[in-house]
C-alpha cells in the first residue's frame, strides 16, 4: 500500500502563488506521481504528472503557470503554482500509479486532498 499526504493548499488572491506538496510512504514501487483537481459540480481532471525520469504531462488550462517537481530521494512530488485565476478553485488531490498512462486512465493510489480558493 502507498499512502499520500498532501499540503500547501490555501486561500490566495488571484494572481498569487502557492505551492503544494506530496509525501508517499508504504510500498514505494510507483514511478508517477501527480495532481488532480475537482472543482465543485465538475469532473476530477488531471493537472499534472511527474515520472521518476522528470517526464512532465500538463493540462492544457495550466501551461506556462504550474509547475510540477519531484525529490525522487524523498518521495515528494511539489506543484508550483503561478498567475492563479478563480476557475483554479478545487480541491486538488495527489495521486500515484506504475506509469503515466496508468495515473491518466484511472490511479490507485490518492491523497486526501488539500482546498486551493483563489479570490478574484
Known amino acids: 500500500q502507498v499512502q499520500l499526504v498532501e499540503s500547501g493548499g490555501n486561500l490566495v488572491q488571484a494572481g498569487g502563488s502557492l505551492r503544494l506538496s506530496c509525501t508517499a510512504s508504504?510500498?514505494?514501487?510507483?514511478?508517477?506521481m501527480g495532481w488532480y483537481r475537482q472543482a465543485p459540480g465538475k469532473q476530477r481532471e488531471l493537472v499534472a504528472a511527474i515520472s521518476s525520469g522528470g517526464t512532465t504531462n500538463y493540462a492544457d488550462s495550466v501551461k506556462g503557470r504550474f509547475t510540477i517537481s519531484r525529490d525522487n530521494a524523498k518521495n515528494t512530488v511539489f506543484l508550483q503554482m503561478s498567475s492563479l485565476k478563480p476557475e483554479d478553485t478545487a480541491v486538488y488531490y495527489c495521486?500515484?500509479?506504475?506509469?503515466?498512462?496508468?495515473?491518466?486512465?484511472?490511479?490507485?493510489?490518492w491523497g486526501q486532498g488539500t482546498q486551493v480558493t483563489v479570490s478574484s
Open positions: 508504504g510500498s514505494l514501487f510507483i514511478n508517477a
Open positions: 495521486a500515484a500509479d506504475w506509469s503515466i498512462l496508468r495515473l491518466r486512465v484511472g490511479p490507485d493510489y
